[in-house]
C-alpha cells in the first residue's frame, strides 16, 4: 500500500487533521503512544517537522541532539522511525522473542547500515505499543 502522508513542504497538517487522516480504528494507539511519550520522556519534546519529500510530516520526539522516535501519521495510520546504535541493537536483539511478529519480522532483516539500524514500524495495535515501549525501553539505557 502506498503512504498518504502529508507530503507537501508547504501544507503543514493541524493536530485535527492529523487525528483525522489517522482514523477512529488506530487513533486510539496514535493518542496512548504520544501519551507514553509525553509521560515517560517529558524532557523529549515533540515538534512537527517536515522529514523529507518521500515521508512527509512527523512529529520528532528530541532532547537536543538527541532523539528518541519520529511518528508519522498517515490515512488510516501511522509508522514509527526508531534508530539503534550497535549497542541498543545488542540489546534489543538478546529481546527478540518478547517482541510480536510484525517486529520480530523487521529485526530478522539484516541492516544495511554500518553503524546500527533504523527500524520502520506500522503501529497497528497494542501489541505493536508493547514491542515499540520495550524498543524505547532498551534505547533509554
Request: proline fraction near 6%; charged fraction near 30%; include cysteine.
Amino acid at each position: 500500500m502506498a503512504h498518504e502522508r502529508f507530503l507537501a513542504r508547504d501544507e503543514q497538517p493541524s493536530q485535527d487533521a492529523i487525528r483525522e487522516a489517522i482514523g477512529e480504528e488506530v487513533l486510539p494507539v496514535w493518542e496512548d503512544v504520544t501519551a507514553y511519550l509525553d509521560q515517560h520522556f517529558p524532557d523529549f519534546e515533540p515538534e512537527l517537522v517536515f522529514y523529507n519529500p518521500q515521508e512527509g510530516w512527523a512529529i520528532r520526539y528530541r532532547k537536543e541532539s538527541r532523539q528518541i522516535c519520529l511518528l508519522f501519521p498517515e490515512r488510516g495510520g501511522f509508522n514509527a522511525l526508531i534508530s539503534l546504535n550497535p549497542d541498543e541493537e545488542n540489546l534489543v536483539m538478546e529481546k527478540f522473542n518478547f517482541f510480536n511478529a510484525r517486529i520480530r519480522e523487521l529485526l530478522s532483516r539484516p541492516s544495511t547500515l554500518p553503524q546500527g539500524r533504523w527500524l520502520w514500524i506500522t503501529l497497528e495495535d497494542y501489541t505493536d505499543f508493547v514491542g515499540f515501549k520495550l524498543l524505547l525501553e532498551l534505547k533509554q539505557l
